[in-house]
């Protein structure tokens, strides 16, 4: 089995960056005995929300972006903090970042970002009954605009790329399986 083929010999943090710290790990490659350092991202689950009005319509975020030094037009989402479920993260994102709140919400999928690197998970859910109940909650650093489009739209849009973080990609690629499957 491949996971026999590696031991942990060590493992040491580096540095620490608010929302994820690097981590060293040293393993031995059993076949060869050979040793190397890996670089490990650690992070806090994810989630992502898609919020769907009741006449149809998906309730998107537009913000900056450091990492792509772009605007990013997405859904909701963002960290599930310490001793949260991720779907109680889900509703809080979903207000925070939007003003609106669901009728009901389901699992989706969850998914290992980049198990190559990371260790955390994504998980997507369904928010359906979306209505505006309170004005957003950013944080000191962020600035969202709301956007709200035809779910209809959402496959254009992707081939366009309007929408392009693989995230958010997950999350409508679970919805569309979830209709295919009910």
Same mark, same amino acid.
Not at 45 to 69: F, M, S
Not at 102 to 107: T, W
Not at 135 to 157: C, H, K, Q, S, W
């Given at each position: 089995? !491949?996971?026999?083929s590696?031991?942990l ?6 540095s ?13 490659f %059993? !076949?060869?005995?050979?040793?190397r350092?890996f670089?490990?991202?650690?992070? #806090? ?6 919020? @769907?009005?009741?006449? $149809? ?16 037009? %997405?859904?909701p ?5 310490? $001793?949260?479920? #991720?779907?109680?993260?889900? @509703?809080? %994102?979903?207000?925070? %970042?939007?003003?609106? /709140?669901?009728?009901?919400i389901?699992?989706l &999928?969850?998914?290992? #970002? ?8 994504c998980s997507?859910?369904?928010? +359906? &009954?979306?209505?505006?109940?309170? +004005?957003?909650? @950013?944080? #000191? ?9 035809? @779910?209809?739209?959402? !496959? /254009?849009?992707?081939?366009?790329g309007e ?7 997950? /999350?409508? &690629?679970?919805? $569309?399986l /979830?209709?295919?499957?009910e």
């Amino acid at each position: 089995m !491949p996971e026999k083929s590696w031991t942990l010999l060590g493992s040491q943090y580096v540095s620490d960056h608010r929302i994820f710290r690097v981590r060293h790990d040293r393993y031995r490659f %059993e !076949p060869t005995g050979a040793q190397r350092d890996f670089v490990v991202l650690e992070a #806090p689950d994810w989630i992502n929300v898609v919020p @769907l009005t009741d006449d $149809g319509r998906v309730v998107l975020v537009r913000q900056y972006r450091h990492g792509t030094r772009r605007v990013s037009l %997405e859904i909701p989402g963002g960290v599930v903090d310490g $001793g949260e479920s #991720p779907e109680r993260a889900a @509703l809080r %994102e979903l207000r925070e %970042e939007t003003g609106y /709140a669901a009728r009901s919400i389901r699992l989706l &999928g969850r998914v290992d #970002p980049n198990p190559a690197i990371q260790g955390n998970s994504c998980s997507m859910y369904l928010a +359906e &009954g979306c209505h505006r109940v309170a +004005e957003l909650e @950013l944080d #000191p650093f962020e600035r969202i605009e709301v956007e709200l489009r035809p @779910l209809d739209d959402v !496959p /254009a849009m992707i081939r366009r790329g309007e929408i392009c973080h693989g995230l958010v990609l997950n /999350a409508f &690629g679970y919805l $569309g399986l /979830a209709k295919t499957i009910e």
